[in-house]
């Protein structure tokens, strides 16, 4: 494997989300879980585990995305510091971060397990 490979698997690990098995369906526009899309779209590599539930659904623990970046960060050089004070994950000096997990966000409106499906 080279290093080309092994960066992009990172780099898919930093990005993978429970989301991945979601799809939108098609007459509602909610997005209900789907064990096959998250197997088509390769988020299933992504899996650490997979609990079945009493309720009949599942829990899902993704693999570690801090460590994929940490791992990242330290390919990329972005530890090493020549100016001790620097902020070393940002460019331009300032140290403020911006979320982005609003904006993808599925609203719990919109998701909707198999069985609420089955009872409408």
């Known amino acids: 494997?080279?290093?080309?490979?092994?960066?992009?698997?990172?780099t898919a690990q930093a990005r993978a989300s429970v989301k991945g098995f979601?799809?939108?369906?098609?007459?509602?526009?909610?997005?209900?879980?789907?064990?096959?899309?998250g197997i088509e779209n390769g988020t299933i590599d992504h899996v650490k585990d997979i609990t079945p539930l009493p309720s009949g659904g599942?829990?899902?623990k993704m693999r570690d995305?801090?460590?994929?970046?940490?791992?990242l960060a330290k390919?990329?050089?972005l530890y090493q510091q020549q100016d001790?004070?620097?902020?070393p994950f940002d460019d331009n000096g300032s140290s403020e971060t911006e979320d982005s997990s609003?904006?993808?966000s599925i609203t719990d409106a919109e998701l909707l397990t198999e069985a609420d499906l089955a009872r409408s």
């Open 1 to 10: 494997m080279g290093k080309g490979e092994v960066l992009a698997r990172l």
């Open 22 to 37: 979601y799809r939108k369906q098609d007459s509602s526009g909610y997005y209900v879980f789907d064990l096959q899309t």
């Open 58 to 60: 599942v829990a899902i």
């Open 65 to 71: 995305t801090e460590s994929a970046l940490d791992k």
């Open 75 to 77: 390919a990329y050089g």
């Open 84 to 87: 001790k004070k620097a902020d």
């Open 102 to 104: 609003s904006s993808d």
